[in-house]
């Protein structure tokens, strides 16, 4: 069976004008035994686009074929269309949204990944980041395998292919026992379809039905969106297989694990209306702005967000402090990404453009500007002079999660820790960065509270915190091994001739 394609001007160190946030890793869907599996699925990537816009993509199999359309751009850029739709037809389907995290941009890299296997068609959706996809990558093309894109997920594609054992379930199990690192995956073979998590649940996936059909999505609102019930989460180590018939197996091959989930679902990535974990994503939001009032108050005329993820925080701060909360910023959502630009100045405009300042609410007020984090800090500084140019007497920061002070390695496009503002300064330092009268970020341990957990436990994290608290929960290998070869770049040995 083969599959058919469709081929202000800043001189800072920390300054980025696109880089000021954290990149929302990827986003996978899939549907098997739908009547319309592929429409399904771009309706659920569409849901799901927050949390990847560079590019997107669809697999789909009728019985026989698998059909592959991919594009760069956006869901509706590349799937709205009836004809689009009709070119992959069957009754299952797996799509992806991505930023490139690991492999870069480019059409080669964009998903779901496809390879026809001696065992037939495999296609493979996938959110997150192996972190010894390096190591395993050149131990695969030292023993002859030839790899045609750049992405971590084909590692993935090589170890099945080359795998011993007599199932493609086994074959699959025995490849994700080499990995490390972050994976929440959608699997399509011939048989049916198989979703899975890493064994510590990093990456979020969530199980859906409707009707016949048995969904798969990176956040409960995809199956809002398709009209589908939420089921459950796919546990952490969980492998969950649907053939045609309808049937659902689920194994536990990985033993057993603590998990660790990514608390950043819950600060940022995941879309408000959404569940992780058994909560609400919004609810857990206004939380951390209850816990930031009581942690850090401070005296003010009004709570004002950054939009769009600074409001459901801002509007917990203003209703623990009783500050009244008001839009004191306006975001246009008509303004496309603002990263490539043809000179200085306009990359200075980019912040104005997205965002303008409500004069006639912040003038001659004392205001405290709520948002979900500070990655570089070049946003918060502009954002911050935004509302002095407005007006504001006083300008208090307050953020919805501790300092990010470290990098992700787990699907999260974050800078290098070099560019990270919190990893180069302590906190009054930041706030002479950023230009504001205070500045205040909300604990972990407050974190925890607010996301329904008992305060952190360091012996045993309940989350993945690494990019707050550097501890990271697996090996690392890849990196470990540059930072072991820039070492002895750095300071070979002396040998005697």
Request: hydrophobic share 40%.
């Amino acid at each position: 069976m083969k599959a058919r394609t469709d081929p202000m001007t800043i001189t800072h160190p920390f300054y980025d004008a696109d880089g000021d946030k954290l990149r929302e890793e990827c986003g996978v869907f899939g549907a098997v035994n739908a009547t319309d599996a592929a429409a399904a699925t771009a309706l659920g990537l569409h849901a799901l686009q927050h949390r990847g816009q560079e590019a997107a993509g669809i697999v789909s199999f009728d019985g026989a074929d698998f059909f592959v359309r991919r594009g760069l751009g956006h869901v509706v850029e590349n799937f709205s269309s009836q004809e689009a739709i009709a070119e992959l037809p069957g009754m299952m389907a797996a799509g992806h949204v991505r930023y490139s995290t690991t492999g870069g941009a480019g059409l080669r890299n964009v998903q779901p990944l496809y390879a026809d296997l001696a065992s037939g068609g495999f296609a493979v959706a996938h959110n997150g980041n192996i972190s010894n996809a390096g190591t395993l990558r050149e131990e695969l093309v030292g023993r002859g395998a030839i790899f045609q894109s750049t992405s971590d997920t084909e590692v993935i594609i090589h170890l099945v292919a080359t795998s011993r054992y007599p199932t493609i379930m086994d074959r699959l199990i025995d490849a994700l026992r080499l990995l490390e690192g972050a994976y929440a995956l959608i699997v399509m073979t011939p048989e049916g379809m198989i979703a899975c998590r890493d064994p510590l649940g990093i990456r979020p996936l969530q199980m859906g039905k409707i009707g016949d059909a048995t969904l798969f999505a990176s956040e409960t609102v995809a199956f809002d969106v398709v009209g589908a019930d939420f089921v459950r989460q796919v546990e952490p180590g969980e492998i969950i297989r649907v053939d045609f018939d309808g049937n659902v197996d689920s194994l536990h091959p990985f033993g057993t694990h603590r998990p660790r989930p990514c608390i950043f679902e819950h600060v940022y990535f995941s879309r408000p209306d959404s569940i992780s974990d058994g909560r609400s994503i919004y609810e857990g939001r206004k939380a951390i702005g209850a816990e930031l009032a009581r942690e850090t108050p401070v005296e003010a005329d009004l709570v004002i967000p950054v939009p769009d993820s600074g409001v459901p925080a801002a509007i917990g701060y203003a209703q623990e402090s009783g500050i009244p909360f008001e839009l004191g910023i306006i975001r246009s959502h008509y303004v496309g990404r603002t990263f490539i630009q043809p000179s200085d100045s306009d990359r200075h405009a980019g912040v104005k453009r997205k965002h303008n300042a409500n004069r006639a609410m912040v003038e001659g007020k004392r205001i405290v500007l709520i948002d979900d984090s500070i990655v570089r800090g070049t946003t918060s500084l502009q954002i911050v002079e935004m509302m002095r140019d407005a007006g504001a007497a006083e300008v208090h920061f307050r953020v919805a999660s501790p300092p990010t002070a470290h990098s992700c390695f787990y699907g999260v496009d974050t800078p290098e820790r070099s560019k990270l503002l919190a990893a180069q300064m302590d906190v009054e330092p930041m706030r002479e960065f950023i230009k504001a009268d205070s500045l205040a970020f909300v604990s972990i341990d407050g974190l925890y509270r607010a996301v329904g957990e008992k305060p952190r436990d360091a012996s045993c994290p309940q989350f993945c915190d690494a990019c707050f608290t550097g501890d990271y929960p697996t090996a690392l290998t890849d990196i470990r091994r540059r930072e072991d070869k820039q070492q002895q770049l750095a300071f070979p040995s002396n040998k005697v001739a």
